[in-house]
């Protein structure tokens, strides 16, 4: 027996059971070898229709995971007033994988916000949306209104402009 019949007296029974193979001759007739030739063919078919699909959902899977970070990031960067990031993203250089520009949001609680990604559909407010956490804004310049001169300060100055106005400089 050549090589390849073996294989086909091993492999037959595994595929579909030992009543296909001729006990007598302990061949396969030609109708069922193309048969079974065929259920190979279909078989490598599916396993590729399957590694094709998880690779496309392990793709996506991992450009969530990354927009999930690059949206936190950004709003911590936002949050902390960082510049370089903040101006890239002001110029559109900052994007999601879906080339979408990130939108920068304030959130419900006071002087908080949120960096959202639009996600895949590219529309906002729809259940795939990305949102970050909540950040607080710091307060980048702290205005101290004046200091409401007191009356002593008051009396003085008035004393010192009649002062000026009766006896002048």
Not at 107 to 127: R, Y
Not at 134 to 147: A, L
Request: hydrophobic share 40%; proline share 5%; aromatic share 8%.
């Amino acid at each position: 027996m050549k090589d390849s019949e073996w294989m086909w007296v091993l492999l037959i029974p595994l595929f579909l059971g030992m009543d296909t193979v001729d006990k007598k001759r302990k061949r396969m007739s030609p109708q069922k070898r193309s048969n079974m030739i065929g259920l190979v063919a279909l078989g490598v078919f599916f396993i590729a229709i399957v590694c094709y699909v998880t690779y496309g959902n392990m793709q996506e899977r991992q450009a969530i995971q990354d927009t999930v970070a690059q949206v936190n990031n950004m709003a911590v960067n936002f949050a902390n007033h960082t510049d370089a990031p903040i101006q890239e993203w002001a110029q559109g250089k900052i994007v999601d994988p879906w080339e979408g520009q990130l939108i920068l949001t304030k959130s419900s609680s006071k002087d908080g916000v949120q960096v959202v990604s639009k996600g895949p559909d590219g529309d906002l407010n729809t259940e795939d949306d990305i949102r970050s956490e909540t950040v607080q804004m710091q307060p980048r310049y702290v205005i101290v209104p004046p200091k409401k001169p007191s009356i002593w300060q008051k009396t003085k100055s008035k004393a010192s402009a009649m002062k000026n106005f009766f006896i002048g400089d």
